[in-house]
């Protein structure tokens, strides 16, 4: 079915929940993301409800996790039963990486230019003789081929970035997926840069895992996100960080019986971020009242327009541009004779915000970001001295 594009007023009004915008050029998505105002809204909600009433409205504070929950399953074609609340990305990795079965002699092959948190969990399984394969990238760019020459039979999982961090590089997954698969190996998902800014369907792409916290392209707070497990796999991942709410009987602290949740919800363990994932629920519910297709279509609009003005200013882009399928919401660029560093702490200082990565400066605009914002930053980039 053909996307049906969203007229100017939806992104203006998508715009108007977003406080920042307000006085901000906000260019770091990939980092941390300012809330609109529903998640906002329902964060204060939470506070003065747990202030005024403290655990009386648990009950309550638990139905709207459990809607989260049904959201995010929504959000990506899985089962209810297949998602569960996280801390962070790391977390979710972890579970896996602590969680598995490995013998000495496993590996798990990755990319060498990976997020910190997509390696040491790996990396950590070395006291188990467990090998973590790094593949090298041409500037965060996959070749499949070299991909697959470091899978063997002993490879148990391919551990990926949907898209890389410092490159901005958005992988085809289904592809590495099926590199994986055919190795007999699981496919795991570091789904964080690119939840919320495009669209992802676990049926029609055969990821066994993923995790990705709220605090970027899901415009959430920090401390809430969430993690997918297939749900064939639930007895293949030990539960690590074992409490209370892991077992069957959860509400019932005087039956004792290690019964784990036949759900994801049993790596949950212990006391939910109620108030992170208030805020969380209510950012996907805005997120999805768009679309989140229409949102990818905008953000890479708003990227290749950015592009081609930093161009036109002296700026040298770093990312690869060149097929737009593999293009993302995160761009890196040179501003020449310019010390990325000292340009990032003169635009904070002007009410721009963007990052510095890999020696070069990086740009992560979301859907509601727009001309003027682009102008504006690259107004400010010449000023800088």
Not at 36 to 50: C, G, I, K, L, S
Not at 244 to 264: T, Y
Not at 273 to 289: D, P, Q, R, W, Y
Not at 321 to 326: A, C, G, N, Q
Request: proline share 4%; with cysteine.
């Amino acid at each position: 079915m053909a996307l049906i594009p969203l007229a100017p007023s939806d992104w203006e009004e998508f715009r108007r929940q977003m406080p920042v915008a307000n006085e901000w050029a906000y260019f770091d998505h990939a980092a941390v993301a300012p809330i609109p105002n529903p998640a906002a809204e329902a964060m204060v909600r939470w506070t003065r409800e747990a202030a005024e009433f403290g655990g009386a409205q648990w009950l309550k504070w638990k139905g709207a996790r459990e809607s989260l929950r049904a959201s995010a399953a929504r959000l990506v074609g899985a089962d209810i039963n297949e998602i569960a609340l996280v801390r962070s990305t790391t977390e979710g990795i972890n579970l896996v990486a602590e969680g598995f079965h490995w013998q000495p002699g496993d590996n798990v092959v990755t990319l060498a230019d990976e997020f910190p948190s997509n390696l040491y969990p790996w990396m950590n399984q070395a006291r188990l003789g467990v090998e973590t394969r790094r593949v090298e990238t041409d500037n965060g760019r996959v070749d499949l081929n070299r991909l697959a020459e470091a899978c063997d039979e002993r490879t148990r999982i391919v551990s990926i970035s949907w898209i890389g961090y410092a490159s901005g590089w958005r992988n085809d997954i289904a592809a590495m997926a099926e590199i994986a698969h055919r190795r007999g190996a699981l496919f795991f998902l570091d789904a964080i840069q690119g939840l919320g800014a495009f669209p992802l369907d676990v049926r029609r792409t055969p990821i066994d895992f993923f995790a990705a916290d709220g605090h970027k392209w899901l415009l959430g707070p920090e401390g809430a996100g969430l993690f997918y497990l297939r749900r064939e796999h639930l007895e293949r991942i030990h539960p690590i960080g074992v409490g209370w709410n892991s077992v069957a009987q959860a509400s019932d602290f005087s039956h004792i019986e290690l019964k784990f949740k036949d759900s994801a919800a049993r790596f949950e363990g212990g006391s939910s971020n109620m108030v992170g994932f208030a805020g969380l629920g209510a950012s996907l519910e805005l997120l999805t009242s768009l679309e989140i297709a229409a949102i990818g279509e905008r953000i890479l609009a708003m990227t290749d327009l950015a592009c081609r003005r930093l161009i036109e200013a002296g700026a040298t882009i770093a990312s690869h541009r060149e097929d737009r399928h593999r293009s993302s919401g995160i761009v890196l660029f040179d501003w020449p004779g310019r010390d990325p560093q000292s340009v990032r702490r003169q635009l904070l200082d002007r009410k721009v915000l963007l990052s510095s990565r890999a020696g070069k400066l990086r740009i992560s605009p979301h859907a509601y970001c727009n001309e003027s914002d682009i102008a504006r930053l690259v107004e400010e980039l010449r000023a800088c001295t």
